[in-house]
């Protein structure tokens, strides 16, 4: 009885080995696999390309920046990729029918609080922000390109502005930055606008977002090299209220108290919500930067590519002579990873962190980039996330194939950031004719009849 058992178990535990064997098999090999001819398997090679493969920097497309999940504002002058201001408009929403109270009410001052925890430059220059009202309404249900017009939809009478310095403060515990708050002073005419408002002024949003259309904070141009963009805390989380206009008052029952302290207890605030218009206006100057001579050009190579968002830069990759592996009798494509290398000197990664998730896409016949097959199965197995070894690395398998097969035209491809308005990171790469630059990894099967 006991060799019974003994004998049994042993089947199914040799029984477990051949299925594990049998699977971990079939999960390497099934990329590609239904192109595969029937036969006998003869090697498996692998071969890399990289003359095949030629690149350069453009600018990107204009970006939508409407309702970004976090909007930015300032002013960063690297020396590297030239000069972006960002500005940004909102609409400020009510939270409650206003009560100023029954007892001689009388505003006292206002003020615009803007919260942010994440900055993109340095913590040393000094950075001047200028406040407007909008005249023109701003809709959350339209597009917004970053090449909007915001300043045009502003009055041109200043209603504040101040000159700060960024900072970040981590929390020793959890390890995360503080919010830090850039305080605004504005001028007593938006006070007495928003606290005599007509009642019919304020009966609901619709008809507020008439009244007070929202604020345009504009970023003054930095003259020198430095400065920082601003990651704004906007929407309100948790006990966190947000970002938002607030409007300090008192009454004769408070008379005293105010007199004593010399501020005002009482306030009403004008919140920033999810359903408030959030705009930026983007600018990028490049005549300063080094690549500048060849932006957009197509005629020289240059060793280096840039990579940035916020309506940026991004690269063009060109890979010829694909179809010529549909004249290798059988031969089929297992695998085909393009990799991308961050020349961390020239990007200076301690001080400016590359995108953590860059996007490599496929131009169609009309100029229009679309996602690979490869993403479209599968996001993880595609890839493209920031590498321990600071490189991008691209499955293709799928798309390479395709064209391969004649089944998709080759136009080229765009390597852009994952992250386009909501972040400010860019990242210098070794490009196609630097000796460690862009490279094709194919790993393909060879048949026979």
Known sequence: MKSQYKNRNLFIVALIVLLAAFYGCEEYSSIGIEVLPTGDLLSVKNTLIKDDISSFTHT??????DEASQSLLGCFNDSLFGMTTIDFATQFRLTGFPDFGKYNPQPDSIKL?????????????????????LESSIDPDLEYKQDVDLKGLASYELLGQIEFTPKVKIDSASKDTFYQLINVPLDFSLAEKLFYAD???????????????????????????????????????G???GSGVVLFYHNDSLKSMVDVNKDSVLLMPYEVSQFSARINHIDHDYSNAPFYPNLNSETNQDSLIYVQANGGLKSKIFIDNLTSWKDSANTATNKAELIFQIDTLASQIHRFPPPA??????IDSTGKELLPIDYVFSPTFYGGGLREDYSYHFNITQQMQKIIEGESKNFGFYLTPAYKNNQANRVVLKGSTSETGIRLSVTYSKYTE
């Open 60 to 65: 990107e497309d204009s970006i939508r920046t």
């Open 239 to 241: 006990s966190f209220s």
């Open 199 to 237: 009642s019919v002024d304020v009966i609901n949003n619709d008809v507020f977002l008439e009244y007070f259309k929202g604020l345009y904070i504009e970023s003054e141009k930095i003259s020198n090299q430095g400065g920082a963009i601003l990651t704004l805390e906007t929407l309100g989380s």
């Open 357 to 362: 998730q860059l996007l490599f896409t496929v």
């Open 113 to 133: 609080y803007l919260y942010y925890r994440v900055i993109y430059g340095d913590t040393i220059t000094k950075q001047r922000l200028k406040v407007y009202e």
